[in-house]
């Protein structure tokens, strides 16, 4: 039993030991949350700006009963998940230097309910969506 701290001891300073050559391996670095509010027929805030590999969390906080997030593009659509106060959808993003623009398929045409996300330095929303 008087070996065991030894031998811990032991494979501490073993595994901080290197060559001083290269570079240890690292975890993958994990992207930033940010949050949408689906307010009434607005998405709060409409335009954001974010970075490769964030997720974009938009939550239900509305009076209306159905709204949908829905890439313009196609490259992501929530369904009609956001039926109640507090159903979330969320996606990742990793393509750089794109603004992708996206509406809630209910209300876009009566309420003009649409928004953005740039992410990186892509080019600026289109004011039309």
Known sequence: MALVPLVLIGLFFASCSG????????????GNTIKVSVVDDAFVPK???I???DTVVWTMNSTMPLH???ANDGSFDSGNILSSNGATFSHTFTQANV???YHCKV???CCGMQGSVTVGQGPPPNPGY
């Open 99 to 101: 603004t992708i623009n």
């Open 47 to 49: 335009d954001i700006q």
């Open 107 to 109: 209300h876009q045409a």
């Open 68 to 70: 949908t997030v829905t």
């Open 19 to 30: 060559s001083g050559k290269g570079s240890s391996p690292t975890a993958p670095s994990m």
């Open 51 to 53: 970075s490769p590999g």
